[in-house]
Nanobody, 118 residues
Framework: QVQLVESGGGLVQAGGSLRLSCVASGSIFSINAMGWYRQAPGKQRELVATIIKGGSTNYADSVKGRFTISRDNAKNTVYLQMNSLEPEDTAVYYC????????????WGQGTQVTVSS
């Protein structure tokens, strides 16, 4: 089992920045990839960015050049640095961990609200 706890959301003006953090605990060794997803009101949850065990990253087209995903293995933490925020980035952001321990699993955090005012 892997548990995820997000933090760092809040209210920011358009053009501002926020950094989200996700601390993982439990069977850390079983994680193959971690990522951030978001869900705006009335919309489906969508991928924002992922980072795999080898360090490769992937981003949604809508955030490329503005968001950066990174990790600190010593702290079991994944970050999402969000710059040049736009009102369209307003959503609940969820941390995700995918891995394998006796069976494939996907763990989710509780979510953190990001609100960007115009």
């Amino acid at each position: 089992q892997v548990q995820l706890v997000e933090s760092g959301g809040g209210l920011v003006q358009a053009g501002g920045s926020l950094r989200l953090s996700c601390v993982a605990s439990g069977s850390i060794f079983s994680i193959n990839a971690m990522g951030w997803y978001r869900q705006a009101p009335g919309k489906q949850r969508e991928l924002v960015a992922t980072i795999i065990k080898g360090g490769s990253t992937n981003y949604a087209d809508s955030v490329k050049g503005r968001f950066t995903i990174s990790r600190d293995n010593a702290k079991n933490t994944v970050y999402l640095q969000m710059n040049s925020l736009e009102p369209e980035d307003t959503a609940v952001y969820y941390c995700n961990a995918d891995g394998y321990w006796r069976a494939p699993f996907a763990s989710w955090g509780q979510g953190t609200q990001v609100t960007v005012s115009s």
